[in-house]
């Protein structure tokens, strides 16, 4: 498979207009009066723009008769117990991110396998909104009485971090890096220390020195937890990998909804998406310039990220379906993402 080695963050946001829905008028979906609660951490940022949208036109659409109130800070549950609250009915609705709790959600880890090029957004979503649909990752969320809605579209991640910049492939040996899933792995077989803490947790740990650097969403998510701030240096071109925090329903709330309320939830996909990436776009098009006026950028050579490729990547794919096996089909899911892939590269990118 031919590999990607540039993102293409930099893409105009007309050039990925998704086919949105006609504009309606206000209220024009009828129905009865519906509060949801949706559960989510951090601060609003360019992660949480989907869900802000989503509350946006649900409740223009209904001329104001369904509600979604957006609860950040882990205000409803921690980081890691969203799928719980969701099983509990807790909420309605609610973000998670994959590798908090991997045995969790063990098939959707698929998504956190390193040097898997998802940076281009086309790309991307057709990558993760189709492979949601597979067999094993809905057993995943059915579990946990939820239904997937839309990825984030979390974007490549690349890492800040103080001290002795990573300069080539050995210089992480022996470094402290917060990275979850895959690129935890991948980091772990350079030498690196993984910590997986949660994004919340993180400037703290770095500023107590607790950790050398940070395995972020590039570029949003370092500034959204001023990693920024205490960071020297940052990687402009390694892209180890990303990982998935989908927006998710409460399956009870959502199969108690009249039917126009869902069909209206399931027509905003389109938009729901695009606010988000047009966040992304925009945070980039201001960080990017201020971390390389401040930080030192490192770009490694296309020999050196091709060995970072053979080293970290394939050797932790292999692993992930070895060690899936027999939880569920984790060749099958590896093999359909594949697929995917090369069926979006061949329409978006070659």
């Known amino acids: 498979m031919k590999f990607i080695t540039k993102a293409l963050m930099g893409v105009a946001a007309a050039a990925f207009a998704f086919t949105s829905a006609?504009?309606?008028?206000?209220?024009?979906?009828?129905?009865?009066?519906?509060?949801?609660?949706?559960?989510?951490?951090?601060?609003?940022?360019?992660?949480t723009e989907g869900v802000e949208k989503l509350a946006e036109r649900v409740s223009a659409e209904t001329g104001g008769k369904f509600k979604i109130q957006i609860f950040y800070g882990g205000q409803l549950a921690k980081s890691r117990e969203n799928l719980d609250g969701l099983k509990n009915n807790a909420f309605e609705g609610a973000h998670f991110c994959n590798f908090y709790s991997p045995g969790k959600n063990p098939s959707y880890m698929v998504f956190t396998l390193p040097f898997i090029p998802l940076g281009d957004f086309r790309v991307s979503a057709h990558v993760r909104n189709n492979l949601f649909q597979h067999d094993a990752l809905q057993a995943d969320m059915a579990q946990w009485n939820a239904i997937p809605y839309v990825s984030t579209l979390l974007p490549q991640y690349e890492i800040l971090g103080r001290g002795k910049p990573p300069k080539t492939l050995e210089d992480w040996n022996g470094m402290r890096v917060r990275a979850g899933g895959g690129v935890g792995q991948a980091m772990e077989i350079l030498g690196a220390t993984r910590q997986t803490v949660p994004a919340a947790e993180t400037y703290t740990l770095m500023q107590r020195g607790g950790v050398d650097a940070v395995s972020f969403p590039f570029s949003y998510a370092q500034k959204a937890y001023k990693i920024d701030e205490l960071s020297e240096w940052f990687t402009?071109?390694?892209?180890?990998?990303?990982?998935?925090?989908?927006?998710?329903?409460?399956?009870?709330?959502?199969?108690?909804?009249?039917?126009?309320?869902?069909?209206?939830?399931?027509?905003?996909?389109?938009?729901?998406?695009?606010?988000?990436?047009?966040?992304?776009?925009?945070?980039?098009?201001?960080?990017?310039?201020?971390?390389?006026?401040?930080?030192?950028k490192i770009v490694y050579s296309d020999d050196e990220l091709a060995r970072f490729r053979e080293v970290a990547g394939k050797p932790v794919w292999d692993k992930w379906i070895a060690d899936n096996a027999d939880k569920f089909d984790s060749q099958g899911v590896f093999d359909q993402m594949m697929e995917l892939l090369a069926e979006a590269q061949a329409k978006y990118t070659n």
């Open 22 to 47: 006609p504009e309606a008028t206000a209220a024009n979906v009828d129905g009865p009066a519906v509060f949801w609660k949706w559960s989510t951490w951090g601060k609003r940022r360019a992660f």
């Open 236 to 296: 402009g071109n390694l892209q180890p990998g990303t990982s998935e925090c989908p927006m998710v329903f409460n399956k009870t709330a959502f199969e108690a909804l009249p039917s126009q309320y869902q069909d209206l939830l399931m027509g905003l996909k389109d938009e729901v998406t695009q606010a988000m990436i047009d966040k992304y776009l925009e945070a980039d098009s201001k960080n990017i310039p201020e971390f390389e006026g401040k930080m030192e």
